[in-house]
Each structure stands twice: as structure tokens, then as C-alpha cells.
């Protein structure tokens, strides 16, 4: 039947709203209808307090900052409205743990482990962490740059069976040999101490220690993510076979291919925090 025939009969409008209703969005409205822990509506989970840059000002209704906003696009994609999202706190470890949970998922920056997936289940990653440069303040001052040729002529640090050491050796080779940690806390010991001018850590550990542990600290550059050969990957954490786990990995495909997923990150990770790609 015609367009022509279907206004005749009246069902012009209707042509239009199923055309508008896309057949992603149904299948995604179908994949989540039951599965829930309440019907017709999506409950999240985020730290207690939650922090920036993955949420601004403790509030993740706001949608401001980057799991914040991941959160509320991966519903969209769900079918679920913002007013139909419940969000919901736990501690990082509370929510780790075996058993039924108080969410449907959890963003807290959870790496994907093994271990880990022995007790909950991960959505696909939703962000895989860049390798970034902790300098202190002093060091910016006195010139240096996000540079590569500037980065070789640094003191640097790592701590050992992390991935910061192939992006030291190999992406940076430094003209002196870096000094070795036994781990992060010693690294940043050292720092402080003058023993080292920079070190790497993943993006998310850099902004936490420029904001808390280091008085003067810098973050002062990043590596695409997909520089590192095994970068830290951030997923959604849910119960153990918990069945929204293939709806959440449909909305985060939706969400990589149409562009939407990497927006977000170049909006609340690279713009906000305002850490630069190095050079």
C-alpha cells in the first residue's frame, strides 16, 4: 500500500511515528522489559560521595561528567527516559562483593578483571584508561612541555608490573634509566623526595594523585589509550548473571559506532580536565 493510500486512510501519522520510532530503539525497549530490578525503570549505581571528573558535584542526576553522562546515554539507547533512571550509592567494595545487588549496574570505575568476574558480571568497557604523565607543579614552571623530545631528558619513575613500564621504555625511552617502585604510593614517595621529575600512571590514578596525595602535582599529558598494550578497561558492574547485561553491551555498541561514546569522552575527560594528547 501506497503513502498516498495510507494518508487516505488516515494512517498517515501513524506511517510517521512508527518511522520515527526507530527499530533500534524498539529492540533495545524490548531486550530490558523484565529485566530489571523495577519495572519501566533503570537504577544506577555511583560512589558515595562520587568524584570528578566521572561525576561533577556529587550529582549524577545532573548527567554532568563523564560516567554520569555514559550512564544516561546507555539508558537512552535502553529505551528508559532520564526522569526513568534511579540512582542509587554503595561503596566501591560493598558493591564488589558476591550476592544480589541494589542496582542493575554500578559505575565506579571498575577495572575488568579475572578475579573480579569470578563474583560479578562487567558490561563491555566502556572506557579504556590512557597511560598519563604526573609531574609536579615546579617542573611546568620551569618550561616543560607535553613534548616527546622534552620528555626523554626527565628523571623518571615506575612502579614495576604496571603498564606504565612498556610506555616509559618504549613510547618515551628516556635518555637516563628510570628508577623502579615497588608501587604507586612509593613512586609518588619518591617524587616528593626530588628522586624523579615525572612518572605514568593510568589517567584516572594520575587525576586522583594531582588532586589528593601531591600537593603541587601536575597531570601534565596523555597517551591516546590505544598506544598501550593491555590499557586498564572500565566496565559496568552488575550482578552475577545478571540477564540487562546483553542490553547494556547493545546500547554501549550503539554508543561506539555511532560516535556518541567517544563525544563523551573528548567532552568530560580531555576537555574538562583539560589534559592534553602529548606530542
Not at 549524577?60 to 554520569?68: I, K
Request: hydrophobic share 45%; proline share 5%; charged share 20%.
Amino acid at each position: 500500500m501506497s503513502s498516498i493510500q495510507l494518508k487516505a486512510f488516515g494512517f498517515g501519522s501513524v506511517l510517521t511515528a512508527v518511522i520515527a520510532f526507530s527499530a533500534p530503539a524498539l529492540a533495545m525497549d524490548v531486550c530490558a522489559t523484565g529485566k530489571t530490578l523495577t519495572d519501566g525503570k533503570l537504577t544506577i549505581a555511583t560512589g558515595n560521595p562520587a568524584y570528578y571528573p566521572w561525576v561533577h558535584d556529587d550529582a549524577p542526576e545532573s548527567g554532568n561528567g563523564f560516567e554520569a553522562a555514559v550512564a544516561f546515554a546507555v539508558a537512552d539507547k535502553m529505551g528508559f527516559a532520564k526522569d526513568d533512571v534511579i540512582w542509587v550509592r554503595t561503596s566501591f567494595d560493598e558493591a564488589i562483593q558476591p550476592g544480589a545487588k541494589n542496582f542493575d549496574f554500578n559505575m565506579q570505575q571498575y577495572s575488568i578483571t579475572e578475579a573480579r568476574e569470578k563474583v560479578v558480571d562487567f558490561s563491555d568497557p566502556y572506557y579504556s584508561a590512557a597511560a598519563a604523565i604526573l609531574v609536579r607543579k615546579k617542573t611546568v614552571e620551569a618550561g616543560l612541555k607535553p613534548e616527546m623530545a622534552a620528555l626523554k631528558a626527565l628523571k623518571w619513575g615506575v612502579a614495576q608490573a604496571t603498564t606504565a613500564l612498556p610506555v616509559v621504555t618504549q613510547t618515551i625511552q628516556p635518555d637516563s634509566d628510570p628508577l623502579f617502585y615497588d608501587d604507586t604510593a612509593n613512586a609518588v614517595a619518591a617524587m616528593q623526595a626530588d628522586q624523579i621529575d615525572a612518572a605514568v600512571f593510568d589517567l584516572p590514578t594520575a587525576l586522583y594523585l594531582s588532586a589528593v596525595v601531591l600537593d603541587d602535582g601536575v597531570v601534565l599529558g596523555q597517551f591516546p589509550a590505544d598506544q598501550s598494550e593491555n590499557p586498564d578497561q572500565f566496565g559496568m558492574l552488575m550482578a552475577e548473571g545478571n540477564p540487562i547485561r546483553e542490553c547494556v553491551n547493545e546500547a554501549l555498541a550503539e554508543l561506539k559506532a555511532d560516535g556518541s561514546l567517544a563525544a563523551i569522552e573528548a567532552e568530560w575527560l580531555q576537555a574538562a580536565t583539560n589534559v592534553p594528547l602529548v606530542k
